[in-house]
């Protein structure tokens, strides 16, 4: 054996002996003149460097000899068995190196942060030093003399590489507080979902911006931008590329990045799914498993769909991944806002949200007085609207007194949070209130009470997130509300017709069905959109936001319903048949936009005529 390997053994030995005597003898004569063998005195070292001696340094040298006593074994196959004996060791040391992170990971391991050890990351590395090693004794060629002196001497540098780490652990200071590893509360954990949302925003925007992303809105503005991006430490750009625009054939690529940082995370995930023994923790693991599996599945079909595209054809390309990643845009940014309002060691301290989540409190509540079958809807809408009232005249109360602050100069900005939260719900509560009086039956109250938490949540989510409110509209500021819901319409119907002409109109295959349930994912996002900003804005055009609830989205779920059957068959379909569904949503649509053009124009005439009226001599 090498003389050299058995003197850093030696010394090893000599000092951990050191060590151990010198905890018994001294006891308080650390380097810090701490507590000496006080409980609180952290153990995260000696235990690491016991583990590096016993499951893997040890193991090591029983690889060695394993090695050195091949000679002795005769027959014919002595270099396959040894290479198998071999790789069955090596696959042990990896295995013990493994759960030891996931350990680490999962916070089942004493971390002493003051001590700086860093065992995750060195045992990261060893861990691929090993991986190293097992992949030349996987080799076709590994069952010969030159191949196992490789092999010999790999294990040997491994050994060494422990050994160093040993003695590197044992130099450094003693800490003094054993601490667990917990949450920073930087949202480390949305990481991933960032990362991933930010890749599928800049493919789309790149898409429909035919590549020249930035151009106009960024290019002039380069210089601001440089030094402000690396402060931030990119946020959003840097390593991910957002900030660039790679050819259409190229964008395959990139949506396989994103399918491999899943399965990174996939692979992570999984043993402290079978690990944990608290069933709200396994809940937790499964869904983002399930939710990280249906990503997955979504870019993957992305993926095939522009492999079987012609490279040349750039426009179709570009189609592709503007239409069939929406979707996935969509899902994400639900999942990152939901990860950033639980995030951290608290979770959401914002001042707004603890208003919101006590109105979220009385929503629930009324819900479940709805949910009572056997009483009489008029004594539930009652009930409800007496203790709206009561709920509405405490926060009006509050909201005074706030609002004292703000003319005596001692506002805070928690305050200026609880305010804005009374002034963007006051309207939707009153609303609710006069839907109980006029309202004889209890659907219509239950579905604003629905509304309204759904109005909440969005509000909940952007408090917790950081992310700016919109502020409420104002009548006064532009258009009529008929207006307004002529335009929407007619946005929708222009889908529709996109829906018709492309998917619908002309017999198709099965790709012509997928590209219409897409189309109308795509509608329903804007619906849901729409009715998100009506609530935000204060609920003043409350008309639109019911025939989007009454009438477009049951109507447009009933055409997903007969386009998602399976047993329908496409290309068997009149073109009649293809189109009936999406044809009388947008007859409706437009018989209600006729109806909007009509009361804008009798509105707008009559302010003519009264404007006439009044410049004429009296």
Do not use: H
Not at 275 to 299: G, H, M
Not at 425 to 442: H, Y
Not at 534 to 556: H, N, R, S, Y
Not at 594 to 601: A, K, P, R, V
């Amino acid at each position: 054996m090498n003389p050299r390997l058995v003197w850093l053994v030696c010394v090893c030995v000599g000092l951990v002996v050191a060590q151990d005597d010198g905890s018994t003898d001294d006891g308080g004569s650390a380097d810090d003149g701490g507590d000496g063998g006080s409980g609180d005195e952290c153990e995260e070292s000696w235990e690491y460097i016991d583990f590096l001696r016993k499951d893997v340094n040890e193991k090591v040298q029983e690889i060695l000899e394993g090695l050195r006593d091949a000679k002795n074994k005769g027959g014919v196959a002595v270099l396959e068995d040894t290479v198998s004996s071999t790789m069955k060791q090596v696959l042990e040391i990896r295995e013990g190196i493994l759960d030891r992170i996931f350990k680490l990971r999962k916070s089942e391991i004493t971390i002493c942060e003051d001590q700086n050890i860093k065992q995750e990351e060195n045992l990261t590395n060893l861990r691929m030093d090993i991986m190293s090693i097992l992949l030349k004794l996987i080799d076709r060629d590994s069952a010969s003399i030159e191949k196992l002196k490789e092999i010999r001497d790999d294990l040997l540098e491994f050994r060494m590489t422990v050994n160093n780490e040993v003695m590197r652990v044992m130099m450094l200071p003693q800490g003094n507080k054993a601490q667990k590893k917990v949450d920073t509360g930087d949202c480390a954990e949305c990481e991933l979902l960032d990362n991933l949302r930010s890749k599928i925003e800049n493919l789309i925007n790149c898409a429909e911006n035919d590549g020249d992303q930035g151009d106009d809105e960024e290019g002039s503005n380069a210089e601001a931008s440089t030094e402000p991006a690396a402060g931030e430490g990119g946020a959003e750009g840097g390593d991910d590329g957002s900030a660039e625009c790679m050819p259409p054939p190229m964008y395959f690529m990139e949506l396989m990045e994103c399918n491999r940082k899943i399965d990174d995370e996939t692979e992570r995930l999984f043993p402290s799914l079978f690990a944990t023994v608290d069933e709200v923790e396994r809940k937790e693991i499964e869904d983002q498993l399930n939710s990280l599996k249906s990503i997955r599945e979504e870019i993957e079909e992305v993926i095939t769909k522009l492999s079987k595209t012609k490279p040349d054809d750039e426009e179709k390309l570009r189609k592709t991944v503007s239409r069939s990643l929406s979707n996935t845009l969509s899902t994400l940014q639900s999942l990152e806002k939901e990860c950033k309002q639980n995030c951290g060691p608290e979770g959401c301290d914002s001042c707004g949200a603890e208003i919101l989540y006590e109105m979220l409190d009385k929503m629930d509540y009324y819900e479940q007085i709805y949910n009572n079958t056997e009483a009489e809807p008029v004594d539930l809408n009652d009930e409800v609207r007496r203790d709206l009232m009561k709920f509405i005249s405490a926060n009006s109360e509050e909201s005074t007194n706030i609002l004292k602050k703000k003319v005596e100069g001692t506002l805070d900005d928690c305050d200026q949070e609880k305010l804005d939260v009374f002034n963007k719900t006051k309207n939707p509560l009153w609303m609710l209130v006069n839907t109980t009086i006029f309202a004889e039956a209890t659907e219509e109250p239950l579905f604003m009470v629905q509304a309204m938490k759904e109005m909440l949540n969005q509000l909940l989510s952007e408090y917790c997130a950081g992310e700016p409110v919109p502020e409420r509209k104002n009548l006064d500021d532009g258009p009529s509300c008929q207006w307004e819901e002529y335009e929407q319409t007619g946005e929708y119907i222009n889908k529709i017709d996109e829906i018709i002409q492309e998917s619908l109109f002309k017999p198709g295959g099965d790709s012509a069905k997928l590209d219409a349930q897409l189309g109308f994912i795509e509608i329903k996002k804007l619906l849901d959109k729409r009715v998100e900003k009506l609530f935000l804005d204060g609920m003043v055009c409350p008309d639109e936001a019911t025939t989007i609830k009454k009438q477009w989205m049951i109507e447009l779920n009933r055409c997903m319903v007969i386009f998602m059957n399976s047993k329908l068959k496409f290309t068997e379909m009149t073109r009649l048949e293809r189109i009936q569904c999406t044809k009388s949503l947008r007859a409706a649509m437009e018989l209600r936009r006729s109806d909007l053009l009509q009361q804008e124009l009798e509105s707008s005439i009559n302010q003519i005529g009264d404007e006439g009226s009044a410049s004429e001599p009296q």
